[in-house]
């Protein structure tokens, strides 16, 4: 990652939406492509699971590698990563398919010389689909707030129309 830039600054999970960039969709933000960005080891799991809100985007891990400096490391691929072909024939009815063939991928690697800190950066660009769009909102997974809302109402007596009519609601609002 020498080549990279590299910020200097120890991101958080308060701070770390500082570091991110605007999308060309409005109210989506991306990572910066080729910088290293810091984040505290104790909360680099947060970080991501808050860039990934801010971003419209989900990692998926792809690869486990360890060496020589290294607490660990790890590359994330996109959740639209890889390829889905059918062997059927072509069925109307069914909904597309999330993989598409994306090669963008995240490095996330932790130094021992610097075990308090951990290291991002996105070495390539997602391709073949722009993360935040209106189509991709069916790949992602529910973010946590959606699912305690809804378990909550179902808890207490709702029912499963009323729960989904009332979650719509507040999604559009």
């Not at 024939?89 to 010389?113: G, P």
């Not at 973010?143 to 007596?157: T, V």
Request: charged share 25%; glycine share 4%; with cysteine.
């Amino acid at each position: 990652m020498s080549n990279n830039n590299i910020n200097n600054t120890i991101y958080d999970i308060s701070t770390v939406q500082q570091v991110l960039i605007n999308s060309p969709l409005e109210g989506i933000k991306m990572l910066p492509l080729n910088s290293t960005i810091l984040v505290k080891a104790s909360e680099w799991e947060k970080c991501l699971e808050r860039i990934n809100v801010l971003c419209s985007t989900k990692w998926n891990k792809k690869h486990k590698y360890s060496g020589k400096g290294l607490v660990f490391g790890e590359t994330k691929k996109c959740h639209r990563a890889g390829q889905y072909i059918t062997n059927r024939q072509l069925r109307l009815a069914q909904k597309d398919m999330k993989a598409c063939s994306c090669t963008a991928a995240l490095k996330i690697i932790q130094h021992l010389d610097n075990p308090n800190v951990v290291t991002f950066c996105q070495t390539r660009a997602h391709v073949n689909h722009v993360p935040g769009d209106w189509d991709e909102v069916r790949t992602l997974p529910l973010p946590s707030e959606a699912i305690k809302i809804i378990e909550d109402q179902l808890k207490s007596g709702s029912s499963c129309r009323s729960t989904r009519i009332s979650v719509l609601r507040q999604i559009d609002s």
